[in-house]
């Protein structure tokens, strides 16, 4: 195959990819973000502040299906173009992607037929696996591979913890209906610029633990 049908091969691939790892990281920012705001008081000042945990309203839990849609979105895509030709990805990644797509897909079960897949349902894999880090690390591996022949891709779509339109007031929502009746409900330009702050903050650490030795939980 020649360069040029090369990089519109992988483009084509990272521009589907690039869709649910968007969404994927804004919606893990975003559940980080509001577990800090809750769980990073102390427990007086959270139990004066809060008359509900702040994953008790349908806002957070919206955000929570974007994060599981967005990850079998990602692993059903990347297994159909794998399937037509094999993709430049870290399969170790991947594999615990498609782990985490099991759970997802099906929430009743605390079984599962693949001994793989239960060993990471029982060490609580699908709450503890970093898989903000995945995503991240998946598509900047095809990014890589795009940019070293000659696609400007990642310049186009980098491969970023984005705040997306819509991000702060659905983060505002969920914590304005989670306080106390008597409390003030948080101003939402301090918060906005909290939320930039944080995300920037995710990124950060995203990038810094992405090539770490070992991932996967034990």
Not at 145 to 169: A, D, M, R
Request: charged fraction near 25%.
């Amino acid at each position: 195959m020649d360069a040029l049908n090369e990089i519109q091969r992988l483009e084509f691939a990272d521009s589907i990819l690039w869709t649910s790892s968007r969404n994927a990281l804004t919606a893990l920012a975003t559940q980080h973000f509001l577990n800090r705001q809750f769980y990073g008081l102390p427990e007086d000042e959270r139990r004066k502040l809060f008359k509900t945990n702040v994953a008790n309203n349908y806002l957070y839990q919206a955000n929570e299906a974007v994060i599981g849609r967005s990850i079998v979105d990602a692993v059903e895509n990347l297994r159909a173009e794998n399937k037509r030709q094999a993709l430049p990805l870290g399969a170790e990644d991947l594999e615990e992607l498609r782990k985490h797509r099991v759970v997802i897909s099906h929430p009743a079960n605390i079984k599962f037929s693949n001994p793989d897949v239960q060993k990471f349902y029982d060490n609580d894999g699908h709450y503890k696996d970093p898989t903000a880090v995945r995503i991240w690390r998946i598509r900047q591996s095809l990014l890589n591979e795009l940019t070293k022949i000659g696609s400007q891709q990642e310049s186009k779509f980098p491969n970023q913890v984005t705040v997306q339109l819509g991000t702060c007031e659905l983060i505002y929502g969920a914590i304005a209906v989670s306080i106390n009746d008597c409390e003030p409900k948080p101003n939402f330009v301090e918060l906005q610029k909290s939320v930039f702050d944080y995300f920037k903050k995710f990124e950060d650490v995203i990038k810094k633990s992405a090539y770490t030795p070992t991932l996967s939980p034990k």
